[in-house]
């Protein structure tokens, strides 16, 4: 986050978003840890199963709103990243609820 004269201005980079929301959607980040030790693993059992949670997207954006509070511009980056259907569906909701608080969205890249 940086500041512009008197706004707290921030950038938003869709292809990091759109890693992070990839991830989400695998499980990545929601698998649980492993119990126990290699000291005390029956290795002979065989592989255990596969332990992910689902991960809620909704929650995922909800968070990266609460995080631009107080931000005033927010800078999109990576545009070309927008492709992705629901992906991009996500971001514009995104965008348009900053944008209903009080905030001014600067497309990086495109004339305004």
């Given at each position: 986050?940086?500041?512009?004269?008197?706004?707290?201005?921030?950038?938003?980079?869709?292809?990091?978003?759109?890693?992070n929301y990839q991830d989400i959607n695998s499980g990545l980040q929601a698998s649980r840890e492993e119990a126990?030790?290699?000291?005390?693993a029956d290795w002979w059992a065989g592989e255990p199963s596969l332990n992910?949670?689902?991960?809620?997207?909704?929650?995922?954006?909800?968070?990266?709103?609460?995080?631009?509070?107080?931000?005033?511009?927010?800078q999109v980056l990576d545009l070309e990243w927008l492709n992705q259907g629901e992906f991009r569906v996500r971001v514009e909701t995104l965008l348009l609820a900053f944008k209903a608080a009080g905030g001014e969205v600067i497309y990086k890249g495109r004339d305004n």
């Open positions: 986050m940086r500041t512009d004269g008197s706004d707290r201005v921030a950038d938003l980079s869709c292809e990091k978003l759109f890693m126990g030790t290699l000291e005390d992910i949670n689902t991960a809620n997207p909704e929650r995922f954006f909800a968070s990266i709103l609460e995080d631009l509070n107080g931000v005033e511009k927010l």
